[in-house]
């Protein structure tokens, strides 16, 4: 039996949300690896642009796709857009996400929907659109990014915990609703990554020990350890898997 081939994401489409950078871009160059043509997201079009151009230079399909995913119009635009082109978008990672550390105490609401309408509504509106697609061909991959807060909560990222709480749930709505229409929906739940978003906990001595003495790996995840798991949720090899969220975290979630 060979099953190299379960893996080979030729002639697929994916299109990857907040993927200028960090864990979104290392999940696209991923399945660029694995032959996937690569459709970029972000809102700033200079790293935008900057991505693309490295994508292209290391010989991989990619293009950008400027939109802000919390504008339901302008993803609603976007989608009609690559609809006139005739490009169908065969696999959807919703990575884009931001942070915002702050006690709840203090915690301003407009801050609180800023978060949740970032990491979990623009999820589901852009899941949404691609399945109605999805839905017409008959077959499809979406993959969420969840957190260790899908599960867990931690002093100061509240919204962020209930949005990646939320990620984990809407990720068994959609394989709940969407199975039957051959979409297959599943989560990815990364651990303490070494990314921009993570900086200032990493260049705090007393986080990064914590993280350290944290986690069964000893160390932060680098963002291309996403890479594997985002291309198996991608492809063939995981058809019959759907709604379950996988965490790349070097065993922390399952250590007290
Ligand atoms: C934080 C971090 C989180 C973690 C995540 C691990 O401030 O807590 O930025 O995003 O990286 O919870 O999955």
């Known amino acids: 039996m060979n099953v190299n081939h379960l893996f080979d994401l030729s002639g697929r489409t994916a299109l990857v949300t907040g993927s200028s950078r960090g864990l979104g871009r290392a999940m696209a160059e991923g399945l660029a690896a694995a032959g996937a ?3 970029l997201n972000g809102a700033d079009k200079g790293r935008l642009d900057e991505a693309v151009a490295a994508l292209t230079a290391a010989g ?34 919703n990575n884009a996400g931001i942070q915002f550390r702050r006690p709840m105490l ?6 609180w929907r800023r978060v949740i309408d970032t990491n979990l509504t623009s999820a589901f509106v852009i899941g949404r659109e691609a399945a109605r697609r ?51 929906a599943n989560a990815i ?17 007393t986080f990064d020990a914590w993280v350290k003495g944290r986690t069964p790996a000893r160390r932060w995840g680098r963002p291309d350890e996403l890479a594997g798991t985002c291309v198996y949720l991608a492809s063939a090899a995981s058809d019959y898997v759907s709604g379950q969220i996988i965490y790349v975290d070097g065993g922390m979630i399952s250590m007290l």
């Not at 990619?62 to 609809?83: H, K, N, Q, S």
């Not at 203090?106 to 801050?111: G, Q, R």
């Not at 990720?171 to 051959?182: I, P």
């Open 37 to 39: 043509v690569i459709i």
């Open 60 to 93: 991989y399909n990619a293009r950008g796709l400027r939109f802000d995913v919390t504008d339901e119009a302008a993803v609603i635009a976007a989608f009609e857009m690559l609809d006139a082109e005739g490009v169908e978008v065969d696999i959807l990672v």
């Open 106 to 111: 203090d915690l301003e609401t407009s801050d």
């Open 134 to 184: 999805m839905a017409r061909r008959g077959r499809g991959k979406v993959i969420n990014i969840g957190s260790l807060t899908s599960e867990l909560a931690r002093a100061t990222v509240a919204p962020y915990t209930v949005a990646k709480g939320g990620i984990k749930m809407l990720t068994k709505a959609m394989a709940a609703e969407w199975g039957e229409l051959g979409i297959q």
């Open 189 to 205: 739940g990364p651990g303490y990554m070494l990314t921009d978003m993570n900086q200032a906990l990493i260049d705090n001595p």
